[in-house]
T-cell receptor, first 115, second 110 residues
Framework: NAGVTQTPKFQVLKTGQSMTLQCAQD?????MSWYRQDPGMGLRLIHY???????DQGEVPNGYNVSRSTTEDFPLRLLSAAPSQTSVYFC??????????????FGPGTRLTVT | SQQGEEDPQALSIQEGENATMNCSYK?????LQWYRQNSGRGLVHLIL?????REKHSGRLRVTLDTSKKSSSLLITASRAADTASYFC??????????FGTGTRLQVFP
């Protein structure tokens, strides 16, 4: 299994441009999440999904859209990039274990710079 | 707002020494997990402890949880240079939504 894959690895955008960060998982996990990681701030949840067709907002959703048309894919769209969105973005997937907890599997990240 | 705060923010030790890092959180939880992040990589799950557990071991890792103080600690015994990474705690309330702490950067010198 490839696990969780993210593309691109690096991206530079100009302010106002839009783009989509891709995330895919081949583990048939129900749950997928997008986080951003900024220096000294840990990971903050942007959006998450509990299954195909179902998404919800996390802690910092403004400026981002998501959709979940299939179990495997969970793209993150930046509508109009701003310098404040310069960050490292991680996608994660998880499933509910038999002991009723969720262990997340992370992709390698996308490093985004907005100038 | 961050659920977990970790201290120290950074820790430097020699190989063979033990490393202890702490996590405090704000509200009641179902589970607390610890993750490791090597530089430039995604996070990797290390260990989970449930709210009704007080201590858990996995290899060189020992996790404690004190729900009355809303805190947890991660002990890495006999550390190795390969343990150099950032370590994050993450809490949940029984759903897939994890709230991560700010992390501890551990440097282990050979």
């Amino acid at each position: 299994n490839a696990g969780v894959t993210q593309t691109p690895k690096f991206q530079v955008l100009k302010t106002g441009q839009s783009m989509t960060l891709q995330c895919a998982q081949d583990m048939n996990h129900e749950y997928m999440s997008w986080y951003r990681q900024d220096p000294g701030m840990g990971l903050r949840l942007i959006h998450y999904s509990v299954g195909a067709g179902i998404t919800d907002q996390g802690e910092v959703p403004n400026g981002y859209n998501v959709s979940r048309s299939t179990t495997e894919d969970f793209p993150l769209r930046l509508l109009s990039a701003a310098p404040s969105q310069t960050s490292v973005y991680f996608c994660a997937s998880s499933y509910r274990t038999s002991s009723a907890h969720y262990e997340q599997y992370f992709g390698p990240g996308t490093r985004l710079t907005v100038t | 707002s961050q659920q977990g705060e970790e201290d120290p923010q950074a820790l430097s030790i020699q190989e063979g020494e033990n490393a202890t890092m702490n996590c405090s959180y704000k509200t009641s939880i179902n589970n607390l997990q610890w993750y490791r992040q090597n530089s430039g990589r995604g996070l990797v799950h290390l260990i989970l402890i449930r709210s009704n557990e007080r201590e858990k071991h996995s290899g060189r890792l020992r996790v404690t949880l004190d729900t009355s103080k809303k805190s947890s600690s991660l002990l890495i015994t006999a550390s190795r240079a390969a343990d150099t990474a950032s370590y994050f705690c993450a809490t949940d309330k029984g759903t897939d939504k994890l709230i991560f702490g700010t992390g501890t950067r551990l440097q282990v010198f050979p």
